[in-house]
């Protein structure tokens, strides 16, 4: 059954600057109308904080909404052979918190969000493949006895886009493994949302619903700063300029995306994602209410 749902994420700088603690903004994001909530820790760390577990569980309970899916940046390339296995040890250790919490899947990043561009080429995909499949397989076999699926977003600017995200997606072979589908992050590798959509929407576990305002390289708005996707304006691989947007106010089609979507077959949830430089309870709120009524516009 779909069910329409909030990131945390949204309102993650408040938690960040204490405006909110994390159990509030989860209760604010239940208030907003949310039927189902992602955890993304930024701003608490439920595995060196574990007493957030019960107040996150209480919470939940509570207000009568469910924790659906728990976001987790992570990076297993070019890295040593010692801090590949730390990085593999500090994300089963998020992957034993998720399961003692019960939350059904975990987004787990493969490439670092931060990383040179230049690094970014279909050459080095190509032959940093075999390491990204093989340590989604080890996590999908960790993550397998615990209850928990393991996903793959299209988040960045390596491991992301249609055809590359496609290729990671149907070379790992685990029944526990899907993708996390986000709607903006297409536009991070200049692929085109509307159309990578239709062509990812057959392997979509969960959906993050984002907007992007986009101007062309030669359009400079001014402002922007690399890899800063919250506060500023940045920059895709090939020099387009992005910033956040309140849903449906940017330059993404959301009402195709909702069309394809809609009449797809997925079941999942739907989550907001919002990542607008606007105040963020009311960016979160109003780009909710967005998500709703064009769904059941188109």
Known sequence: MRRFGISIYGVSRKIRTGELSPVRAFERICEMGAEVVELVPFGFNLVET????????????????????????????????????????????????????????????????????????????????????????????????????VLLENHGFHANGSERVRQILTSVKRDNWGH???????????????????????FAKTIHMKDFYLRPPHRDPGGSEDFNCEDSWFRSVN??????????QG????????????????DGDIYLEYEGMEECEYGTHLSFANMKRIYNEV
């Open 251 to 266: 330059d993404i089609d959301i009402w195709d995306v909702m069309r394809t979507i809609k009449t797809s077959s997925f």
């Open 180 to 202: 996390q589908l986000d709607v903006g992050n297409y536009t991070c590798v200049d692929d085109i949302p509307e159309i990578a959509v239709k062509k990812m929407i057959s």
């Open 50 to 149: 574990p007493e957030l577990k019960s107040e996150f569980k209480a919470a939940s309970a509570r207000m009568g909404v469910p924790i659906g899916n728990y976001s987790l940046n992570a990076n297993f390339l070019m890295l040593s052979d010692e801090a590949y296995a730390n990085e593999l040890l500090r994300v089963k250790k998020h992957i034993d918190m998720v399961s003692d919490m019960e939350i059904p899947t975990i987004r787990v990043d493969s490439a670092a969000f931060s990383r040179p561009m230049c690094e970014n080429t279909m050459e080095k995909f190509q032959s940093e493949l075999p390491i990204i499949v093989n340590t989604y397989e080890q996590i999908c076999d960790y993550a397998k006895p615990l209850g928990v699926t």
């Open 239 to 248: 020099g387009t300029f992005l910033r956040g947007s309140i849903l449906a």
